[in-house]
Nanobody, 124 residues
Framework: QVQVLESGGGSVQAGGSLTLSCAIS????????MGWFRQAPGKEREFVAA????????AYADSVKGRFTISRDSTKITVYLQMNSLKPEDTAVYYC?????????????????WGQGTQVTVSS
């Protein structure tokens, strides 16, 4: 059974930084692309960033491009989301997910294992 576990959320002032981590077990990490999504209160879950299985290709939502960086470390079986220049509108629960395959998916339907989420709160 695949398990996905996020960590690193918290509260920060606008302009600050946070790094989220995501560890998976029960699957061969290097086989799958990985992604981050977020869901703000009253809104639908939205794509944030994704990385292919090799780490050589990434994709970002326009709203975070240039501020967030996704990366992966196969030795630690962990995916990271470095978030800089945070804005109040980045406030949400952030979810890490395992893709069904090795290439990047931009839609939630392309992921088959999800973490419980970690709260990120950005105050103005």
């Amino acid at each position: 059974q695949v398990q996905v576990l996020e960590s690193g959320g918290g509260s920060v002032q606008a302009g600050g930084s946070l790094t989220l981590s995501c560890a998976i077990s029960g699957a061969t990490f290097s086989t799958y692309a990985m992604g981050w999504f977020r869901q703000a209160p009253g809104k639908e879950r939205e794509f944030v960033a994704a990385i292919d299985r090799s780490g050589g290709k990434t994709a970002y939502a326009d709203s975070v491009k240039g501020r967030f960086t996704i990366s992966r470390d196969s030795t630690k079986i962990t995916v990271y989301l470095q978030m800089n220049s945070l804005k109040p509108e980045d406030t949400a629960v952030y979810y890490c997910a395992k893709d069904v395959g090795s290439v990047i998916s931009l839609r939630a339907q392309g992921y088959d294992a999800w973490g419980q989420g970690t709260q990120v709160t950005v105050s103005s």
